[in-house]
């Protein structure tokens, strides 16, 4: 099992790319339907310093990480004028769906990262070591991310997208939502349910994932044991696959 230093060597550059592209994909999507507030403010770079926010992105994070093995965070959120948008209310779906659908192109892009490292020679070990335990924390930071940001929740992505597909006064009265979605979250989060919500889905998602690139799924029940996942957990991966 990783020490505390060696998880966060892990996680620390696919957290950065995970959230910073995660907000780009943002910025991206709603400038090519009509709103450049990102664009003109800087944001739509790859330079993961203009979308850290120093509590949500590395503090809290670490903090948790470091205490927990949790990994909880998050970060700048791109600035959009919505009233830009060419169709505002379908836009606003589609903005918000950039997000999640960035974090599933990296975290296949970590599979291909994993699935190399296990292509080299013994003699690479130096090399594919590191490689295949940073590949699983980029699956694992980007599914996470993924999932939690697809729950249909205010300020969440998949609020934006429920509230995008709903009839005109539920979305009005479901968007109302948004100033205590924050808290919900959270309260979710330290009574267990936020974690009973998302086992299902991510684990559905592990599986698909070895699945496309052929990889032996114990080999990724050993790498999430690694970084500290209750191996009960792990050993769902395995189960009926």
Same mark, same amino acid.
């Not at 090519?32 to 850290?52: E, F, S, V």
């Not at 659908?101 to 970590?110: D, E, H, R, Y």
């Not at 599986?207 to 690139?213: D, P």
């Given at each position: ?7 966060? $060597?892990?996680?620390?550059?696919? $957290? ?61 959120? $791109? ?21 999640? =659908? ?61 509230? =995008? ?20 979250? $959270? ?53 009926? =696959?």
């Amino acid at each position: 099992m990783l020490n505390k230093i060696q998880l966060i $060597v892990a996680f620390a550059l696919p $957290v950065l790319f995970a959230i910073t592209i995660h907000e780009v994909a943002h910025g991206w999507v709603a400038k090519r339907l009509g709103d450049p507030t990102a664009q003109m403010l800087g944001r739509l770079t790859l330079n993961p310093l203009k979308h850290i926010d120093l509590v949500g992105t590395v503090i809290l994070p670490v903090a948790m990480l470091w205490l927990t093995g949790f990994l909880f965070g998050w970060a700048k959120p $791109v600035p959009i004028t919505w009233e830009n948008l060419k169709h505002p209310k379908r836009d606003v779906g589609l903005v918000a769906v950039a997000g999640p =659908s960035a974090n599933l192109l990296m975290a296949l892009f970590w599979a291909l990262m994993i699935k190399i490292a296990l292509l080299l020679p013994a003699t690479a070990s130096t090399i594919s070591y590191p490689l295949v335990y940073m590949g699983f924390a980029g699956i694992f930071i980007n599914g996470i991310l993924m999932i939690l940001n697809l729950i249909p929740l205010p300020p969440l992505d998949g609020g934006r997208i429920m509230s =995008s597909l709903l009839p005109g006064p539920w979305s009005y009265k479901f968007s109302r939502l948004e100033p205590y979605g924050l808290l919900i979250l $959270v309260v979710l989060l330290f009574t267990g349910i936020l974690g009973t919500i998302m086992l299902p889905p991510l684990i559905w998602y592990l599986k698909f994932i070895t699945f496309v690139f052929g990889i032996d799924p114990q080999i990724i029940q050993a790498l999430g044991v690694g970084i500290g996942i209750d191996p009960r957990i792990m050993m769902l991966l395995t189960r009926n =696959s």
